[in-house]
């Protein structure tokens, strides 16, 4: 092989070895896991302009509308209050209907069909993965109940089921 040959390899290899880390650094993902510690799916945090695009793929879950949220401690220790509150960063006040909110960290609802497995997809508006990054990391919950989009600090959603913590 020819030295020019051999450095047009070798640079392409580099190229794509700089793709995929540019790849792993705009992506991230939490592992769900239940009160059991079985899995329960996957939620993908992939950022974007203007914030992340969520995409949560679970299995197993209880029929019915549930609160999903991203919480401000990466930390999944059962019954899951070491994933601490809603990600707030700006001191809001919770609830998408809130006139003064809302957590940073708030999500739309997912609403889980009989089988008990969905896939969403949300917009997690001016967020980037280095906010979640940051000294104590955070993570992914699937909470008992819906949210009310309203009730502070926690829209009501009952116990908490299902947490994953984020992950590059």
Same mark, same amino acid.
């Not at 008990?116 to 997809?121: D, F, I, M, N, S």
């Given at each position: 092989m020819s030295i020019f040959k051999l450095i047009t390899v070798c640079a392409a290899l580099v190229g794509v070895g700089a793709a995929a880390a540019s790849a792993q650094e705009t992506a991230a993902t939490a592992g769900m896991q239940n009160l059991d510690g079985q899995s329960v799916g996957q939620v993908r945090l992939q950022e974007a302009p203007n914030g992340l695009i969520v995409t949560a793929e679970l299995t197993g879950l209880p029929e019915g509308p549930h609160g999903f949220h991203i919480h401000a401690v990466g930390e999944c220790e059962p019954p899951f209050q070491s994933a601490g509150g809603h990600f707030n960063p700006d001191d809001h006040l919770h609830g998408m209907e809130?006139?003064? /909110?809302?957590?940073? /960290?708030?999500?739309?609802?997912?609403?889980?069909?009989?089988? /008990? =497995?969905?896939?969403? =997809?949300? +917009?997690?508006? /001016?967020?980037?993965?280095?906010?979640? +990054?940051?000294?104590?990391?955070?993570? $992914? $919950?699937?909470?008992a109940g819906a949210d009310d989009y309203a009730s502070d600090p926690a829209g009501n959603a009952g116990d908490r089921i299902a947490c994953g913590v984020v992950s590059r």
């Open positions: 809130n006139p003064q /909110g809302k957590h940073a /960290g708030d999500l739309p609802n997912i609403h889980v069909p009989a089988s /008990g =497995e969905l896939t969403v =997809e949300y +917009f997690a508006v /001016g967020l980037t993965l280095d906010d979640l +990054f940051d000294d104590d990391g955070s993570s $992914m $919950m699937v909470h």
